[in-house]
């Protein structure tokens, strides 16, 4: 496994990044992230730190860890993760293309086509081919790539620090937010904040792991 933290992000990066509250918003994250890291590479950390911003986490798991004002969340990174060295960046395989700017405005441009409509293949596609002139072909490439990473595993969870919603144990001041839908959420407390040894446990099946006791 190989780590890599960033810190002092441009902040109009961070505020970039949205609530989750459907695989939509997991894939804006993604492509927010994913712009962060190929524009940043200023920020990327020589070693660990504590007050770290973004990590990203590459070999046997593939995910990010995100830190926000009241905790942190986390998610699948369905990219290839490439250091070459001078820079790290994603690159998508099936496309055989790296993540960049222009994979980035697509994918934009089919959420925004999505929100604003009905999902309907045909928008998207058309969206798709006339705002970057592209063929049918190439376009419906595009929206099959996108449909793709809507439906992969996104393995998102969060951590929050809540303390104006804290009831005991109904709703517990430090607690984990299993998947991003309210009817589908799992909600696990925790004594305390938790640290990046706690996300270790929690990624890497090699390390041991925290249980809940019955």
Do not use: W
Not at 77 to 84: E, G, K, S
Not at 178 to 198: E, L, P, Q, R, W
């Amino acid at each position: 496994m190989t780590a890599f933290f960033f810190k002092d992000i441009p902040e109009y990066h961070m505020r970039k990044f949205c609530a989750v509250r459907d695989t939509l918003d997991n894939l804006d994250n993604l492509l927010n992230l994913a712009e962060i890291v190929s524009t940043s590479a200023h920020c990327k950390l020589a070693r660990y730190e504590d007050d770290f911003e973004i990590a990203i986490f590459s070999g046997d798991y593939c995910r990010a860890l995100v830190r926000k004002s009241d905790g942190y969340f986390s998610m699948t990174i369905p990219f290839q993760i490439v250091d070459d060295g001078g820079r790290v960046y994603f690159n998508h395989d099936e496309t055989k293309e790296e993540v960049s700017g222009r994979f980035i405005s697509i994918m934009r441009n089919a959420i925004l086509t999505s929100k604003e409509g009905t999902h309907s293949h045909e928008e998207i596609i058309c969206s798709i081919a006339d705002s970057f002139g592209l063929g049918v072909q190439d376009a419906v490439q595009y929206y099959d790539t996108y449909t793709t990473l809507l439906t992969d595993d996104h393995g998102y969870f969060r951590f929050d620090d809540d303390p104006d919603n804290a009831n005991e144990n109904i709703h517990p001041r430090y607690h984990f937010d299993f998947f991003f839908k309210n009817t589908s959420s799992i909600k696990i407390g925790t004594d305390a904040v938790v640290d990046i040894n706690c996300f270790y446990s929690l990624f890497d099946g090699g390390v041991p792991k925290h249980y809940l006791r019955m």
